[in-house]
Nanobody, 123 residues
C-alpha cells in the first residue's frame, strides 16, 4: 500500500520560511487528495491544509491562511507545504496524509499517514 515520507523540517526563526515535502510511494492508485496536519506537544492533531488531485481545490485552516501554501506535483507523487511568516505557535510535528476525505478537516477521514517531521520556530 501507499507509504508517505515527509522531509524539510527543522529549526527556523520567527518570520522565516520553510518548505515541507511529502513523497508517496508503493501505491498503484494515486488520484487521491493529499493534506497536512500538525500536532504540538500536549495538544490534539489539527488540520492545516488539503489539496485535490488536480490542485484545483485547496483548503486551509484559519490559523495559517495567507501564510502557508499547499501544492503538488503528481508526476513525483509529492505534496508540498510552503510556510512563510512563521510564528512560534507553528511549532509542531507536521504530518502528511492521503485519501478521499469527505470532510478533510477531520483526521479520521484520511487513509494513510506519514511519520511526521518536526518544525521548530524560535523567537
Amino acid at each position: 500500500q501507499v507509504q508517505l515520507a515527509e522531509s524539510g523540517g527543522g529549526l527556523v526563526q520567527a518570520g522565516g520560511s520553510v518548505r515541507l515535502s511529502c513523497a508517496a510511494s508503493g501505491g498503484t492508485f494515486r488520484r487521491y487528495n493529499m493534506g497536512w496536519f500538525r500536532q504540538a506537544p500536549g495538544k490534539e492533531r489539527e488540520f492545516v491544509s488539503a489539496i485535490s488531485w488536480t490542485g484545483g481545490r485547496t483548503t486551509y485552516a484559519d490559523s495559517v491562511k495567507g501564510r502557508f501554501t499547499i501544492s503538488r506535483e503528481n508526476a513525483k507523487n509529492t505534496v508540498y507545504l510552503q510556510m512563510n511568516s512563521l510564528k512560534p505557535e507553528d511549532t509542531a510535528v507536521y504530518y502528511c496524509a492521503v485519501g478521499f476525505p469527505k470532510v478533510p478537516v477531520i483526521e479520521t477521514e484520511w487513509s494513510t499517514w506519514g511519520q511526521g517531521t518536526q518544525v521548530t520556530v524560535s523567537s
